[in-house]
């Protein structure tokens, strides 16, 4: 589980993996250095406390943190697969006689 913060709906949101988009409004969320556990320990003043300093420019980037293997993730490899159109490469036969000493498997 994972924590992040919405400034357009101002909530903390606990969610299982790195999203990046709010499950509510659809906006682009920060993911939040705390932890599942830390958060869960907090009595209601201290969320309260803590959803206050997120709604802060400033705290929210301290209190953030990225998601750095995103580039591993299944949506991201499948946002690219959208985004990258299929390059279908062929070699005229001037090529194909140029290549004398390739090995070619039909």
């Given at each position: 589980?994972y924590?992040?913060?919405?400034?357009r709906?101002?909530?903390?949101?606990?969610?299982?993996?790195?999203?990046?988009?709010?499950?509510?409004?659809?906006?682009?969320?920060?993911?939040?250095?705390?932890?599942?556990?830390?958060?869960?320990?907090?009595?209601?003043?201290?969320?309260?406390?803590?959803?206050?300093?997120?709604?802060?420019?400033?705290?929210?980037?301290?209190?953030?943190?990225?998601?750095?293997?995103?580039?591993?993730?299944?949506?991201?490899?499948?946002?690219?697969?959208?985004?990258?159109?299929?390059m279908?490469?062929?070699?005229?036969?001037?090529?194909?006689?140029?290549?004398?000493?390739?090995?070619?498997?039909?």
């Open positions: 589980m924590m992040h913060y919405c400034k709906c101002h909530r903390v949101h606990m969610l299982n993996g790195h999203k990046q988009f709010c499950p509510c409004c659809k906006s682009v969320i920060t993911e939040l250095r705390l932890s599942y556990m830390d958060y869960v320990s907090m009595d209601k003043l201290a969320r309260e406390s803590f959803q206050d300093r997120c709604a802060d420019d400033e705290q929210l980037k301290k209190l953030g943190t990225t998601y750095r293997m995103y580039k591993y993730s299944k949506w991201y490899k499948e946002l690219q697969r959208q985004l990258v159109p299929q279908i490469h062929s070699c005229t036969p001037l090529e194909r006689a140029q290549m004398g000493n390739a090995v070619s498997m039909v």
